[in-house]
């Protein structure tokens, strides 16, 4: 069984010292003693909303008490916190501390190695898009495959065709840095042409600038 300490919504006294009004106070016989007279002013007021903080200093503690006060709408009573000793609370600080700085270095060990997937996939994609233009300029490669395979945008290089290097999806990526770079698609729009009407004004550009970079570059232009 739990002890119950109130934060009580009207003035108290000490049945025993009279002491008031009390911010907390437990009710012995239906008469509210303060926390000294009850033999619990050695504790200390843990608020809630940290479970697991909370879960250790109770665990920690040899004595604590569950802290509560009275909702007048809700017309219950609803936890505060635990009162426990200050050594345990001390205990599961660091304990907690401690994990937290485990998550940091997990955090940290995570995105190094998310970092590292994202340039292997990033360069896979580079030779992807180089195999179908081989005429694309390697920079310009490069930048489609960095820009379509950013993670977490929601780009055609982090669809499911795209992650395994299908030929829609890289042709797809293709095009679109086709159609915001070389082509006037983005004034069109800028001005208020409708976005179909303002692709079908551009589809001619980008099928020559895709139809050039997929010829095979001739042996004088791969020694310059």
């Known amino acids: 069984m739990n002890l119950v300490v ?11 010292c009279r002491r008031g009004p009390l911010p907390l106070h437990i009710l012995e016989y239906n008469a ?8 619990l002013g050695h504790l200390v ?5 940290n479970a697991a903080l ?4 109770r665990e920690a503690s040899s004595l604590w008490a569950v802290v509560v006060r009275y909702h007048k709408r809700r017309k219950r009573y609803e936890r505060q916190g635990l009162l426990v000793e200050e050594a345990a609370l001390a205990r599961a600080e ?17 995105a190094a190695r998310r970092a590292a997937e994202d340039l292997t996939f990033t360069a896979s994609f580079t030779v992807a898009i180089l195999a179908l233009f081989p005429s694309c300029p390697p920079d310009r490669a490069h930048a489609v495959a960095a820009h379509t395979s950013q993670r977490g945008s929601g780009r055609v290089g982090r669809s499911a065709a795209g992650r395994t290097l ?3 999806a890289v042709t797809a990526a293709v095009r679109a840095s086709v159609r915001h770079v070389d082509t006037p698609y983005d004034a069109l729009l800028m001005a208020g042409v409708p976005r179909q009407e303002a692709r079908g004004r551009v589809g001619a550009a980008i099928e020559g600038v895709l139809a050039g970079w997929r010829e ?9």
């Open 216 to 224: 095979n570059p001739s042996a004088s232009d791969r020694a310059r």
């Open 94 to 110: 660091s304990a907690c501390l401690a994990d937290a700085e485990a998550r940091a270095r997990r955090r940290d060990r995570d």
């Open 6 to 16: 109130v934060e009580p919504l009207k003035r108290r006294h000490c049945a025993d």
């Open 166 to 168: 299908d030929e829609s």
């Open 54 to 57: 909370t879960r250790r200093a």
């Open 32 to 39: 509210p003693r303060c926390l000294d007279c009850a033999d």
């Open 45 to 49: 007021l843990l608020p809630r909303g």
